[in-house]
């Protein structure tokens, strides 16, 4: 079946310019993450939504992060004003249902992003 | 701090061989693991997880074991196979959460033909 989904799957973007990233859950999938990967690191965590709720985004790195799941399937993660430190891979991962139980998380291919 | 750490950035492993990828947390209130395998130009993919009121998980060629004496966690991997190159990450769900991955830096695994 299909997988997660995320686009595009390439940004290249000058300093100081909006992105928008989207990430296509498995469908039905309850709770969706963001997680952010650096060149040669693993994965970092950057937020997590159960259904439309934002329920925890203590990983966004600073205001200009944003991310919404407004119909409870479909997230966007957005970037105001981009600096060259946020060049990485962003991660978006799907688990079928809410937190309390510890399910696995399917991860999608990633946006990669060059702040140029 | 509470990440999970790897013991060695790589390994390289002739093909036909087992493979052994070693973690060490430092959290000894952690209670479950996961094993990632990444791709280049993928995202991560579980493998096989272990909770913590387990010593040892079978999956298909792979087994992990988990020593909580010692706070170390192995991935074993039988026969290993030119598909089986890639990143390895060994990551932890803390005590505190129910969902946020916390990952390691990975090894990277090369298979020889």
């Known amino acids: 079946g299909a997988g997660v989904s995320q686009s595009p799957r390439y940004k290249v973007a000058k300093r100081g310019q909006d992105v928008a990233l989207r990430c296509d859950p498995i469908s039905g999938h309850v709770s969706l993450f963001w997680y952010q990967q650096a060149l040669g690191q693993g994965p970092e965590f950057l937020t997590y939504f159960q259904n439309e709720a934002q329920l925890d985004k203590s990983g966004l790195p600073s205001d200009r992060f944003f991310a919404e799941r407004p119909e409870g399937s479909v997230s966007t993660l957005k970037i105001q004003r981009t600096q060259q430190e946020d060049s990485a891979v962003y991660l978006c991962?799907?688990?079928?249902?809410?937190?309390?139980?510890?399910?696995?998380?399917?991860f999608g291919p990633g946006t990669r992003l060059l702040v140029l | 701090g509470e990440s999970v750490g790897l013991h060695l950035p790589t390994l390289s492993v002739q093909e036909g061989d087992n493979s052994i990828i070693n973690c060490a947390y430092s959290?000894?209130?952690?209670?479950?693991f996961i094993w990632y395998k990444q791709e280049s130009g993928k995202g991560p993919q579980f493998i096989i997880d272990?909770?913590?009121?387990?010593d040892k998980r079978q999956g298909q060629r792979v087994t992990v074991l988990l020593n909580k004496t010692v706070k170390h966690l192995s991935l074993q991997i039988a026969a290993t196979q030119p598909g089986d190159s890639a990143v390895y990450f060994c990551a932890e769900i803390l005590p505190s959460n129910d969902y946020k991955l916390s990952f390691g830096a990975g090894t990277t695994v090369t298979v020889r033909a």
């Open positions: 959290n000894s209130a952690s209670d479950y």
């Open positions: 991962a799907s688990s079928l249902g809410p937190t309390g139980v510890r399910e696995t998380q399917y």
């Open positions: 272990i909770r913590s009121n387990m």
